[in-house]
């Protein structure tokens, strides 16, 4: 039994840092294609960046502690996948960790990171930057910040406004299900899936007759729109990446991040978007990553790129959003999430 | 709580090394402070004592986004000083090249906005517009970049147009119109691009004359100071000047989108009239001039030149005022009040290209009294 | 034998501009920036974090002001790496240096790039044209993929 859990975690595992290595390519080469233009070639972007990045000098950050720097880092990276492995069959029954409340609490570790990465940066590429400010003449100095720390006070805006509507979307379909375990959910939109049986693939136009997304009713729908802004905000793709814009604070809190641990920063990245789009496709279209079931996972493997090649479609038409815009986009979001909650509410 | 966010020289949104300081609370800007003595390379200096006909060589390279307006204003001057008047054809000529460096510097200027604003389609869609026009350019002239296309007295016989670059001309003229047409509607009607640059970084017109703002950042202000009207070159041709009122970042980029139709009326205009005759007319060089001194209307604002040739043929006292150092002190005061993101926007949306700055002022700390001191190179001359 | 073809297949590039006339930044940009140049299809790829970055270009005469912000942002850039200068006045001085009246040339300028960095390739020209600086950045690869570590 063990076994089978550290086997299929493994497997788990290595399926999401093979995505989390192409799914940059396949968002730069969608981004090439709208402008006009031919891109980088699918594997540059993500592995051989990831590769080229390992094998560079190692180098001493700009930080007051870089120990610390790198720690939070790790953390990120270790606990993405779990987010992937809790919404996964072989780990429903262990220790209750298959429910709701496991996967929003990482997603919440996961942004709070931030905030800790950024206040142990200080490059110089802002105020480090050796260039006679203090002179006669000059207005008096002040209080003098980095862009990391400017970076750090609108994660914390981000996180306080922006993040509410994403997990308003993700409680509906529970809500819906009447209970707060993942196996509920999948099994009330696949009511031919058991998780301890083997389903061969031959099996899969009847699995397909009998599945009913909870994406295609009216509250999932709107759901759905719900989440598709949340996953931009929460990889911070273009419409509101306000805390890495390459134009205002310049790659923010990850500006310092050099060689094995720049490698570690992209696979970090590729993970987050990968994981994100397979707790979507399990929980709001109820298709699971089953090991032992090959229609399922067959199925989710192939759905996995859409989300990400719809949110580079987004991001390649829009431009950086101030906070002036983002706040009544957010509460515009969250008035859509409420309304979903009450008409799955009213329905019963 | 106010802090202060230096902006450095090296910035994904200046494309020439200045400093810039904002002091911002809670997002909000609320004072700024620009210092732009970083691009300082001595011209005015290293032109004192040149040979009259190599000076041009280096009026030219002051900028390279306007570099036809800078030299086509040192010759004007140069011409005035020793009394030489160029052919009509050259003068002709020379307007061609002026207005279509100008459509390409503002299609320059467009693209560096949409990278400042965020949105990176623009950028391609924009210098996808602008590159058939370098290549015409490299036809009449040699050279993609800094044409060296007046000389004293007409033109460089190299670019005198043959029949077919005319025709050659014409036909990108035709061909642009509809692809700038839809992209214009598509870049002013896009609702997410129109919320960032709508109603931020406002100059009102008091303060655009109190800092004598010039250029199309003055006209987005209403403020009526184009300089084709006093220039002579400019008389046969017909053409509108454009004026908005609002004086926000959505006028000065729109202001500028419809510069280009007005150039391209110029340009149309220019060729169908264009008359036959020589290109370099008969100049008499009589040294030992009065000062002479010329102004133009640069794409970025009005330009000046001024200098005297002494007895030996040598340029002396060269002196030149880019349009860019009240248009930096006015956007200083325009971008107090918005948020740190849209205050990047309007320093750029100036359309700053700095060339040498060329002056200091010396204050007194005990006495407070100002004096003005002229700078050549690291000495100080009175 | 991967180290090389990583090295090999991703190149991340670094713009440095220090106080030019900007002609050779049009340049640089319409290589970055325009569907027909596009280099990103050859692997190269546009960034400014000297932290990312493994080729630095650099335009513009080497003004006295930029020139420590030079120096540094060269130090904060893992090796291995290589420094293309672009433009005649990085190669040679331009006119600041080769052009003058009487009282000199021009002191402001700290000289051209091979008295501070090491250069690995030179693209001339004033402007140089797009494939010129394309050709240069493709000709520092092979000392990308034989350095060390």
């Known amino acids: 039994m063990i076994l089978d859990l550290i086997l299929g975690s493994v497997a788990l595992v290595c399926i999401s840092f093979a995505y989390a290595l192409i799914i940059p390519g396949i968002e730069r080469k969608v981004h090439a294609r709208i402008q006009n233009r031919y891109g980088p070639p699918l594997t540059t972007p993500g592995f051989w960046n990831v590769l080229k990045a390992f094998f560079k000098q190692k180098v001493t950050p700009n930080s007051p502690n870089p120990r610390f720097y790198y720690m939070f880092l790790t953390i990120g990276l270790l606990e993405v996948p779990f987010i992937v492995l809790f919404s996964n069959p072989i780990w429903w029954g262990v220790l209750g960790f298959g429910t709701v409340f496991a996967i929003m609490g990482l997603m919440k570790v996961e942004e709070v990171d931030y905030l800790f990465i950024g206040s142990f940066s200080k490059s110089i590429m802002s105020l480090g930057m050796p260039f006679p400010d203090i002179v006669k003449g000059a207005k008096p100095a002040q209080d003098r910040r980095y862009f990391e720390e400017i970076s750090v006070t609108r994660a914390l805006k981000m996180i306080t406004i922006s993040s509410f509507p994403v997990y308003l979307a993700l409680f509906v379909p529970f809500a819906v299900a009447g209970s707060l375990q993942i196996q509920d959910v999948v099994n009330m939109q696949n009511p031919l899936f058991s998780p301890l049986s083997q389903i061969p693939l031959n099996s899969l136009p009847q699995m397909l007759s009998f599945l009913k997304p909870f994406a295609f009713t009216l509250p999932g729908v709107i759901c759905t729109i719900v989440y598709f802004i949340g996953y931009n905000i929460l990889t911070n793709a273009r419409p509101f990446d306000i805390i890495k814009s390459k134009v205002d604070v310049m790659e923010g809190p990850m500006m310092e991040y050099a060689s094995k641990w720049r490698a570690v920063y992209y696979v970090f990245t590729g993970l987050l978007s990968f994981t994100l789009s397979s707790i979507f496709i399990t929980i709001f279209l109820g298709i699971p990553l089953a090991l032992n079931a090959p229609p399922m996972l067959l199925l989710h493997l192939l759905l996995i790129p859409i989300l990400p090649i719809l949110s580079a479609i987004l991001r390649a038409f829009s431009p950086v959003l101030t906070f002036k815009q983002i706040i009544p986009i957010s509460s515009t979001a969250s008035v859509m999430a409420f309304i979903a909650l009450a008409l799955t509410l009213l329905k019963f | 709580m106010r802090v202060e966010v230096p902006v450095g020289t090296i910035h994904p949104a200046l494309i020439e090394p200045f400093r810039v300081r904002f002091w911002v609370e809670d997002e909000e800007v609320v004072d700024c402070e620009i210092t732009y003595n970083a691009a300082h390379r001595g011209i005015e200096k290293i032109l004192e004592g040149v040979p009259v006909l190599k000076a041009s060589m280096i009026a030219e390279k002051v900028c390279g986004l306007c570099s036809h307006f800078h030299l086509w204003n040192s010759i004007r001057a140069t011409e005035k000083a020793l009394g030489a008047t160029p052919t009509e054809r050259a003068q002709y000529i020379r307007v061609l090249v002026a207005e279509l460096e100008r459509i390409h510097s503002h299609l320059f200027f467009i693209g560096h906005a949409s990278e400042v604003v965020g949105h990176e389609t623009f950028v391609y869609r924009a210098f996808e517009l602008r590159e058939p026009l370098m290549r015409i350019l490299f036809e009449l002239t040699g050279n993609r970049v800094h044409y060296a296309v007046p000389v004293i007295g007409g033109i460089r016989p190299r670019a005198n147009p043959s029949e077919e670059t005319i025709k050659k001309i014409r036909g990108y003229v035709k061909d642009l119109t509809p692809k700038l047409d839809s992209f214009v509607q598509r870049f002013l009607s896009d609702p997410l691009v129109m919320s960032r640059v709508t109603g931020s970084g406002i100059l009102k017109k008091s303060v655009a004359e109190e800092f004598y703002a010039v250029g199309p950042t003055a006209r987005a202000s209403g403020v009526n100071n184009d300089v084709r009207q006093q220039m002579p070159e400019y008389k046969p041709f017909d053409y509108k000047i454009i004026l908005l009122n609002d004086g926000d970042n959505k006028a000065r980029v729109t202001l500028r989108c419809l510069e280009i139709y007005e150039s391209l009326k110029i340009i149309t205009q220019v060729l169908d009239k264009l008359p036959a005759g020589p290109v370099v007319g008969d100049v008499k060089l009589n040294f030992d001039t009065q000062f002479a001194e010329a102004y133009i209307e640069a794409p970025r604002g009005e330009l000046y030149h001024t200098l005297r040739v002494d007895a030996k043929g040598k340029v002396r006292n060269y002196r030149i005022r880019t349009p860019t150092p009240t248009n930096l002190a006015s956007m200083e005061k325009a971008c107090v009040g918005d948020q740190l993101t849209d205050a990047v926007l309007t320093i750029a949306s100036c359309d700053p290209c700095l060339s040498c700055s060329n002056r200091a002022l010396v204050v007194d700390a005990e006495s407070g009294k100002e004096r003005m001191q002229e700078f050549n190179g690291g000495r100080c001359v009175k | ?149």
């Open chain 3, 1 to 149: 034998m991967l180290k090389k073809s990583a090295r090999k297949r991703s190149v991340h590039a670094m713009l440095v501009y220090t106080g030019g006339c900007n002609g050779c930044e049009i340049e640089v940009l319409n290589a970055l920036f325009s569907p027909y140049y596009d280099v990103e299809q050859y692997n190269v790829l546009f960034t400014f974090n000297p932290r990312e970055a493994d080729v630095l270009l650099v335009t513009g005469p080497i003004t006295i002001r930029t020139l420590p912000q030079l120096t540094a942002i060269y130090e904060k850039m893992p090796a291995p790496k290589a420094v293309i200068a672009v433009g005649a006045c990085a190669v040679m001085g331009g006119v600041y240096l080769n052009v003058f009246g009487d009282l000199g040339p021009s002191d402001q300028i700290a000289g051209p790039l091979e008295k501070i960095l090491t250069v690995d390739a030179k693209a001339v020209g004033c402007a140089p044209r797009p494939e010129e600086i394309i050709q240069a950045v493709a000709s520092v690869i092979p000392k990308l993929m034989g350095g060390k570590p």
